[in-house]
Nanobody, 118 residues
Framework: QVQLVESGGGLVQQGGSLRLSCAAS????????MGWYRQAPGEQRELVAT???????DYADSVKGRFTISRDNAKNTVYLQMTNLKPEDTAVYYC????????????WGQGTQVTVSS
């Protein structure tokens, strides 16, 4: 079983910064990618940023230039540095792990709330 433990969410004023962390543990196969998604009330879950095992990154247009995803391979941990936060960034942020042994498996974290006040 794989566990994803997220931390770092909270309440911040517009223009502020937060850093999210997600540590993966357990029976992890070959990691394909880790990433962050978010879901605001009444909205669908959307991609925020992903990073592959090779270090390639992808970002939602809405966060480019403000958010940075990084990864510590030795710790199986992914980070999301969020700067210049906006009220529209308010959502529950979910960590995502894709790992593979033959088939590809997907695991989600429990989510961490990020609230940006105006």
């Amino acid at each position: 079983q794989v566990q994803l433990v997220e931390s770092g969410g909270g309440l911040v004023q517009q223009g502020g910064s937060l850093r999210l962390s997600c540590a993966a543990s357990g029976s992890i196969f070959s990691i394909v990618a880790m990433g962050w998604y978010r879901q605001a009330p009444g909205e669908q879950r959307e991609l925020v940023a992903t990073i592959t095992s090779g270090g390639s990154t992808d970002y939602a247009d809405s966060v480019k230039g403000r958010f940075t995803i990084s990864r510590d391979n030795a710790k199986n941990t992914v980070y999301l540095q969020m700067t210049n936060l906006k009220p529209e960034d308010t959502a529950v942020y979910y960590c995502n792990l894709r790992h593979r042994r033959g088939a590809t498996y997907i695991r989600w974290g429990q989510g961490t709330q990020v609230t940006v006040s105006s």
